[in-house]
């Protein structure tokens, strides 16, 4: 008898997360480049939105990972910080998740072979955030 592998992937658009930022919030062109803010009039994106995320997502994404990893039939919400900055470029991945299942390996693997995004903006000039990726997968072995 064979398995067949069902494996659902949903998308929750990225927001930034809430901290502290030294500086004058209010004048981020008088900060240098290092400043990461929380706090921005616009987050930063995808390219071409949810859809174009989506589209990128089911092309470079194995699916067979965790299921080689030994995860179990459930939803799987994986949550990874990371840095867009002011020119698109993505740094500093942080799995906020820790699933055991090569779960937030994948996600990281996949969001360094994005394409630059569109950086966040504060005051109408582009600036470094701190945001977050949720991926939702929802595994279904039967």
Do not use: C
Request: hydrophobic residues 40%; charged residues 20%.
């Amino acid at each position: 008898m064979t398995k067949s592998i069902l494996v659902f992937i949903l998308f929750i658009s990225s927001f930034p997360v809430i901290a502290q930022i030294p500086g004058d919030s209010n004048n981020p062109a008088a900060l240098n480049d290092t400043t990461v803010y929380t706090d921005v009039d616009t987050v930063a994106s995808f390219p071409g939105g949810r859809a174009a995320w989506i589209k990128f997502i089911e092309k470079n994404l194995n699916p067979a990972v965790w299921v080689e990893n030994g995860a179990k039939k459930g939803t799987y919400n994986v949550i990874i910080k990371f840095t867009v900055m002011k020119d698109g470029t993505l740094l500093d991945f942080v799995p906020a998740t820790k699933y055991k299942h090569g779960f937030e390996e994948e996600v990281i693997r996949v969001l360094k072979r994005s394409p630059k995004w569109i950086p966040a903006k504060k005051n109408g000039v582009n600036v470094n955030s701190r945001t977050e990726q949720n991926q939702v997968f929802m595994i279904s072995v039967g």
